[in-house]
């Protein structure tokens, strides 16, 4: 902490106290950076604190982790087996980029290990090197709208987002329906294509079945909180990068704009 305070406080200084040696500070000047010290030592503090206050929850308990340096929160997730946006939500962490060495975290764990844990079933959608299969028609779970809108709700809530926004997404994308292959592969309700359902599983150490109704929702789901966080929950661009790619947006703008209008008027 330390550290941030004096970074801070060579950053706030270095206009104000410039004028001081000339001779002329202001004491409006003075009170800015008294001020400004004041509110980052008390902000820092805030969001320490509020990173590794882990949420308790009746439904799983806590083996800690002392966080060392050099650590990343999707190394630790993925030796855990454990979601990285789990793991973030149960220790209250705001930003995915920043925690900090000698501190605590709770891996969050179930009665059948730690959540998010899937590792090692048998699934026809997967290979055995966890691969995702390309055109596993074999493999596509049935559905219905009840089905599907509950799950979309459940995922928005368990990802923090919007459930209008992942809806929206959902009815462009496949109409609602987890029985269909796109032809340049997508799959089922989110239309997730198996080369970003196998990232997802490796950055999160997981192994999520597309061709399933529950695991397509919720890898969608959290593929969407992903672009938001890299987009810094610029609605447009989010949308957009689900359906052309984050690489597209960031490098070429927004193609498809029949895409994101009609996401947006279905999410009102």
Same mark, same amino acid.
């Given at each position: ?70 650590? =990343?929160? &999707?190394? @630790? ?14 220790? $209250? /962490? *705001? ?100 080369? =970003?359902? &196998?990232? @997802? ?14 695991? $397509? /929702? *919720? ?50």
């Amino acid at each position: 902490m330390f550290h941030q305070l004096l970074q801070v406080f060579n950053s706030t200084t270095y206009m104000l106290l410039r004028p001081w040696k000339r001779g002329y500070m202001s004491r409006r000047a003075l009170f800015i950076l008294i001020a400004t010290l004041v509110a980052s030592f008390v902000q820092i503090s805030f969001y320490q604190h509020e990173a590794y206050a882990a949420e308790q929850n009746a439904n799983y308990r806590c083996t800690y982790y002392t966080i060392h340096s050099g650590d =990343t929160l &999707s190394a @630790i997730a993925s030796r855990g087996h454990i979601d990285m946006l789990t793991l973030a939500r149960v220790n $209250n /962490i *705001f930003n995915i980029n920043l925690i900090f060495a000698a501190h605590s975290l709770c891996l969050p764990q179930t009665s059948r290990g730690s959540i998010g844990q899937t590792a090692g079933r048998h699934t026809p959608g997967i290979l055995s090197n966890g691969t995702v299969r390309w055109y596993a028609y074999d493999a596509l779970d049935g559905s219905n709208s009840y089905q599907i809108d509950t799950l979309l709700r459940q995922a928005a809530a368990f990802y923090g987002l919007s459930a209008n926004l992942v809806i929206a997404i959902a009815r462009q994308e496949s109409g609602f329906r987890q029985h269909v292959i796109a032809q340049d592969g997508g799959i089922g309700v989110m239309q997730i294509m198996p080369s =970003t359902a &196998s990232w @997802i599983n490796t950055m999160t150490g997981t192994e999520r079945d597309p061709y399933k109704l529950h695991d $397509n /929702i *919720f890898m969608g789901v959290f593929y969407v909180r992903m672009l938001g966080d890299t987009f810094h929950w610029n609605t447009v661009k989010l949308i957009s990068a689900y359906n052309e790619g984050p690489w597209a947006v960031a490098h070429q703008g927004i193609m498809n704009w029949n895409y994101v209008n009609n996401v947006l008027s279905m999410a009102g």
